[in-house]
């Protein structure tokens, strides 16, 4: 028997004795392999070993042990996740999980999410949040190659308010732009109106503001330089 066996699924093992039925084979090892060598594959092997590092003080070689652990699939699922989500700091989210000890099977869930929002609003430096907020709107108007200084003639306020939500736009670049409060009375309905105001809390903001006039006239001076 075993000589009419030409063919050995080299993921599985599967022995086949025709041709036309090995080629057609899939099988949940081979497209472990596919999986992980995609750029989503890739990535979630870089966030495992980041995790790996940050948590146990140990950096992972092998590959393999990963790719037929139970945390392959939560990393792949998560590395979609952050790509969906536009992390602006994936290192900070991993970070974040492991002093909340949250297993990585959750870290998509909306608790988990809520987490890093929260964190981003509440405890990042200005200067950080300023940082995410410049990046993104050179990006949005490299996109649409426009100058920095229009961009908020091509971003729709459905975008601001995505934005606004996944923090990749930060109240303390916006509240001070003039092009923002321009776009914001002019181009948005009242709906939208109310959408970017629970997003904003001008009166928290108000209170940064107070607290760190040194970042609040650096934040000035970025917006004149920039021309929004
Ligand atoms: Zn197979």
Same mark, same amino acid.
């Given at each position: 028997m075993a000589k009419d066996i030409l063919y050995t699924c080299?993921?599985?093992?599967?022995?086949?004795?025709?041709?036309?039925?090995?080629?057609?084979?899939?099988?949940?090892?081979?497209?472990?392999?596919?999986?992980?060598?995609?750029? &989503?594959?890739?990535?979630?092997?870089?966030?495992?070993?980041?995790?790996?590092?940050?948590?146990?003080?140990?950096?992972?070689?092998?590959?393999? &042990?990963?790719?037929?652990?139970?945390?392959?699939?939560?990393?792949?699922?998560?590395?979609?996740?952050?790509?969906?989500?536009?992390?602006?700091?994936?290192?900070?989210?991993?970070?974040?999980?492991? &002093?909340?000890?949250?297993?990585?099977?959750?870290w998509t869930k909306d608790a988990a999410y809520r987490k890093y929002l929260d964190y981003i609003t509440y405890k990042l430096p200005p200067r950080e949040l300023m940082k995410i907020s410049i990046k993104t709107l050179f990006d949005e108007a490299i996109k649409a190659n426009v100058h920095i200084s229009d961009v908020f003639e091509i971003l729709t306020p459905n975008e601001v308010i995505q934005l606004l939500y996944q923090r990749r736009l930060s109240p303390w670049l916006l509240l001070h732009s003039k092009k923002f409060t321009e776009f914001y009375k002019t181009k948005t309905s009242t709906e939208e109106q109310i959408n970017i105001q629970a997003l904003i809390n001008p009166e928290l903001w108000g209170k940064k503001f107070k607290q760190f006039p040194k970042d609040a006239k650096i934040v000035k001076k970025y917006i004149n330089e920039l021309g929004i």
């Amino acid at each position: 028997m075993a000589k009419d066996i030409l063919y050995t699924c080299s993921f599985c093992n599967k022995p086949f004795k025709l041709e036309i039925r090995f080629l057609r084979h899939r099988c949940k090892e081979m497209e472990r392999e596919e999986n992980f060598k995609s750029i &989503t594959g890739q990535s979630a092997w870089g966030h495992y070993k980041y995790w790996m590092k940050h948590k146990f003080k140990n950096v992972p070689r092998d590959s393999n &042990t990963f790719k037929k652990s139970k945390f392959f699939s939560s990393f792949y699922k998560f590395s979609i996740f952050s790509q969906q989500a536009h992390l602006p700091d994936i290192k900070l989210y991993i970070k974040l999980m492991v &002093t909340h000890k949250i297993d990585p099977v959750f870290w998509t869930k909306d608790a988990a999410y809520r987490k890093y929002l929260d964190y981003i609003t509440y405890k990042l430096p200005p200067r950080e949040l300023m940082k995410i907020s410049i990046k993104t709107l050179f990006d949005e108007a490299i996109k649409a190659n426009v100058h920095i200084s229009d961009v908020f003639e091509i971003l729709t306020p459905n975008e601001v308010i995505q934005l606004l939500y996944q923090r990749r736009l930060s109240p303390w670049l916006l509240l001070h732009s003039k092009k923002f409060t321009e776009f914001y009375k002019t181009k948005t309905s009242t709906e939208e109106q109310i959408n970017i105001q629970a997003l904003i809390n001008p009166e928290l903001w108000g209170k940064k503001f107070k607290q760190f006039p040194k970042d609040a006239k650096i934040v000035k001076k970025y917006i004149n330089e920039l021309g929004i």
